[in-house]
């Protein structure tokens, strides 16, 4: 049985392949109609659920992410220069003065790391930006 089934799948092969296409693709098209995803945890609670709704104030209380972004285009257009990364060093700098700030991110203290032999080094991407030269752009 198993030795007719392959001799027929062989000899109509290129049947099989696109009839296997055409299936996947009908299915792949009507898939997200059939069950809509949702990565929510929130699907799974009535919004007067009790433990939800305490979860939700005390993230409304501790779990604030306001974010500030800085945009910096320089008007030559190239941003890997000295000057421009200095001054963004200089930028980021004064960022961790803001009152309540916990984390600022720039290029100039990119935690960059790499393998030297049998060691992990964990470096900023930008050393000391204002002393760089064209080649170590």
């Not at 809509?36 to 709704?53: H, I």
């Not at 204002?130 to 752009?137: G, H, R, T």
Request: no cysteine.
């Amino acid at each position: 049985m198993l030795v007719r089934y392959t001799e027929w799948i062989l000899k109509w092969r290129y049947l099989v392949i696109i009839l296997s296409l055409a299936v996947v693709g009908i299915m792949g098209y009507g898939a997200p109609n059939l069950m809509p995803f949702s990565n929510d945890y929130r699907v799974f609670f009535s919004e007067d659920n009790p433990q939800l709704q305490a979860f939700e104030s005390m993230q409304n209380t501790y779990n604030k992410d306001d974010n500030v972004l800085f945009i910096i285009t320089p008007e030559g257009g190239k941003i890997f220069t000295p000057e421009i990364l200095a001054a963004i060093q200089d930028i980021t700098q004064e960022a961790w003065q803001i009152p309540h700030s916990r984390r600022v991110d720039s290029i100039t203290n990119f935690q960059h790391t790499y393998a030297e032999g049998d060691d992990l080094i964990v470096d900023d991407l930008v050393l000391q930006p204002a002393q760089m030269s064209e080649k170590d752009l």
